[in-house]
């Protein structure tokens, strides 16, 4: 059964932080990547993060570098994005998605149904 749940978003204030937490669970054996991904209305999608399987290998798009950091446990099936100093410009729906394998590759396998993060300035 797939399980994609996003949770942990919310109002701040610019400066301030948030850690988004997904659980994730695929129906299949294999390691999967997970990355997380925003959107603002009108706008396309932006990976944000991603992580392999082991943890070993981390990506962050531009705009966040410095500011966000990914994590996972493997056990509790949770990926973890803790972001820091907080703009207003971060302010969108943020996704998770698990990728098809356990390296970070950009073929998104399933997708969670997003949570709000609004900063305000």
């Known amino acids: 059964q797939v399980q994609v749940e996003e949770s942990g978003g919310g109002l701040v204030q610019a400066g301030e932080s948030l850690r988004l937490s997904c659980i994730a669970s695929?129906?299949?054996?294999?390691?999967?990547?997970v990355a997380w991904f925003r959107q603002v209305p009108g706008e396309g999608r932006e990976r944000v993060s991603c992580?392999?399987?082991?943890?070993?290998?981390?990506s962050y798009a531009e705009s966040v570098k410095g500011r966000f950091t990914i994590s996972r446990d493997n056990v509790k099936k949770t990926v973890y994005l803790q972001m820091d100093r907080l703009k207003p410009e971060d302010t969108a729906v943020y996704y998770c998605?698990?990728?098809?394998?356990?390296?970070?590759?950009?073929?998104?396998?399933?997708w969670g149904r997003g949570t709000q993060v609004t900063v305000s300035s």
């Open positions: 992580i392999s399987w082991s943890s070993s290998s981390v």
């Open positions: 695929v129906p299949r054996k294999g390691a999967y990547a």
């Open positions: 998605a698990t990728e098809m394998y356990g390296a970070c590759s950009g073929k998104v396998e399933y």
